[in-house]
């Protein structure tokens, strides 16, 4: 085996994609292999300097919207990301792994609302890793949400912040 290879996932958002970034740039100070997968309308957006495309491989992957698509619409852009990127992701490791077979992945780090990224690795073998860029206050009501709207507490309209799950 060689060098330790982190697939790197980020939701696509500054507030994921940036720490993870920094988390992928430390791991490759340290002789680790990255690939960092961003969406293509991302990765258009991300300012990546010439340090980051010498030590970190980008790649991509279609978010399944359109365009003219308004991505600021954080639901939408959930909903397409796992209608369509589960289903390409098992090429993309395929391919990644054949370009140096003797550093395949084997471990896929994800922030949350990318996790079901984990359940495509682990078809692979691939260990996984889910990072919480938020703060501990906001992950614990994530993950009291469907008890406060069982329990009548907030409306089950609310449920819509808590569609990671």
Known sequence: MGVPHFLVIPY????HVNPLM??????SKHGCKITFLNTEYSHKKTNKNEQSQQTINFVTLPDGLEPEDDRSDQKKVMFSIKRIMPSLLPKLIEDVNNLDVENKISCIVVTFNMGWAL???LKFGIK???LWTASAITLAYCYSMPKLIDDGIIDSAVEIL???R
Do not use: K, N
């Open 12 to 15: 696509p958002i500054p507030g």
């Open 22 to 27: 920094q988390l992928s740039h430390l791991l």
């Open 119 to 121: 359940e495509v690795g």
């Open 128 to 130: 996984g890793v889910l």
């Open 162 to 164: 808590h569609y990671s």
